[in-house]
């Protein structure tokens, strides 16, 4: 019997021919150049390798074991990992509340409990009642009787309840849901943020002042000796909840002036941006502001943002996922839904017209580009400069020019701009240039940290030329 083979051994595989083995790397080493000659260089040596190994197990049997080995060590670890990361949590949930919820009941469902008064491990059986209950399951036809646990089974079910939400509301405020922003409804604006207010979401800090700005304190009254600039714009002016306050172009532009305040008119001591960047704002929005608030008595002021933002219209809050003054929700569950019933109305109940207006070229005459004039004349009526900076999207700076949204806008405002003596620029060109240095563009509309850092700059020597040529 000993010498009985009761399953015949598996035959070794005959190493294949060279063909194969040439045309396996032959066939890795192109796809990989091919992917490396598309930008994928990390993916190409992922191939290349792939493509070696193969070859090596293909022609020596040696190699195909170690290979074969080292495989089998990487799933093995691959699975303890994926069982320490996706399990443990289930486990220490669902049987760390099941197990506290029997301890706070003091149930015993199998009579295992040990008492400090008795003497061993050994114990006394369980009560015939409850044995019964386990016997009838293993052997009887009949219907076992059922024990009232519902008392225990709700409590259980409670505590995972409270567990799973606890645990899911601290890491939904982790990502930075539970503190957005309020705003305040305005019947003549629409809508901005609601004055004095301190939030630390999505790791920056965002500050705004008593006129729903999101820049230090100021008073309404310039003091003396200060050169004050005023910035009226959307959501790239604002710089969005994962740019720090310090790092948005704006305090950046500040800082930089603040640096040679002498090179200003009438060499100011210090320097004032007035960030009024609100998200979803067009230039209705930015008009009924300074109608409503005034100038502020500023130097100069600087129309930001996309050229699109003309084809908005005056809409109110009820257009985003925003909340209300006297609405600021109470968990980070509440904001998470209201942003999820959101999406669901913008992709399946909604249009964009409804957020973005008309895109009729006629429209955006009389809409967006006429408000912006407004904006221009008014300043003009105050003796005081009016600049454009119009910011291109990461898609127009890649090509040179600007889309086919933007220029009807250009063409449209820019003669007569020119007839107020108001300034303007498009620095296509400036992002184009730039574009390799540093990641510029958070989401392709919006800067990231470093395109806010290279746009101050930019701005920076965009005052020195403006205020030079008065």
């Not at 070696?52 to 197990?57: F, N, T």
């Not at 790239?236 to 800082?255: F, K, N, P, V, W």
């Not at 930015?286 to 908005?312: I, K, N, S, W």
């Amino acid at each position: 019997m000993k010498d009985l083979q009761w399953f015949p051994p598996i035959p070794e595989p005959c190493a294949p021919s060279a063909p194969p083995v040439i045309w396996s790397v032959v066939v890795g080493a192109a796809f990989g150049g091919l992917l490396l000659a598309r930008g994928h260089g990390n993916l190409a040596i992922v191939v290349w390798a792939a493509a070696l190994l193969l070859a090596l197990g293909l022609n020596s049997p040696a190699w195909r074991r170690r290979i074969l080995r080292a495989a089998h060590w990487l799933g093995a670890c691959a699975g303890r990992v994926t069982t320490l990361v996706l399990l443990w949590p289930f486990y220490a949930l669902v049987f760390g509340a099941i197990h506290l919820a029997l301890s706070v009941a003091r149930v015993d469902l199998l009579g295992l409990r040990l008492h400090s008064e008795w003497p061993s491990y050994w114990q006394p059986a369980a009560p015939e009642r409850k044995r019964a209950k386990y016997y009838e399951r293993l052997f009887t036809v009949e219907p076992a009787r059922q024990g009232s646990h519902f008392f225990v089974w709700a409590i259980g079910i409670l505590a995972f309840a409270l567990i799973l939400a606890g645990s899911s509301e601290m890491i939904l405020r982790s990502w930075g849901f539970g503190n957005p922003i309020i705003y305040r409804v305005d019947p003549r604006v629409g809508y901005y943020p609601a004055p004095n207010q301190d939030v630390h979401r999505y790791g920056g800090e965002i500050h705004i002042n008593a006129f729903g700005m999101r820049s230090r304190n100021v008073t309404a009254e310039k003091a003396a000796g200060t050169f004050r600039i005023l910035m009226l714009g959307d959501s790239t002016l604002y710089g969005g909840s994962y740019i720090d306050q310090r790092e948005i172009y704006a305090s950046r532009l500040e800082d930089l002036l603040n640096q040679k305040p002498s090179l200003l008119p009438h060499s100011p001591r210090n320097v004032e941006v007035l960030c009024m960047g609100v998200n979803g704002w067009g230039p209705q929005h930015e008009l009924a502001y300074v109608q409503e608030f005034g100038l502020f008595h500023a130097d100069l002021v600087m129309v930001m943002g996309p050229p699109a933002d003309a084809y908005r219209p005056r809409y109110g809050i009820e257009q985003f996922p925003f909340f209300a003054e006297g609405h600021r929700p109470n968990f980070a569950w509440q904001e998470l839904w209201e942003h999820l019933r959101w999406e669901y109305r913008q992709r399946f109940t909604t249009t964009n017209l409804t957020v973005y207006g008309s895109t009729q070229p006629q429209d955006v005459l009389a809409f967006g580009v006429i408000a912006w004039y407004e904006i221009a004349l008014m300043a003009q009526e105050q003796n005081t400069r009016v600049d454009f900076e119009f910011l291109p999207n990461e898609e127009e700076a890649r090509q040179g020019r600007a889309s086919e949204w933007t220029q009807p806008i250009l063409d449209a405002l820019l003669t007569p701009l020119a007839r107020l003596g108001a300034s303007e620029a498009y620095p296509v060109s400036f992002f184009r240039s730039n574009l390799g240095i540093a990641k510029l563009y958070h989401d392709g509309a919006h800067l990231a940290t470093s395109g806010h850092k290279l746009y101050a700059f930019y701005l920076r020597d965009r005052v020195w030329q403006l205020v030079s040529a008065e």
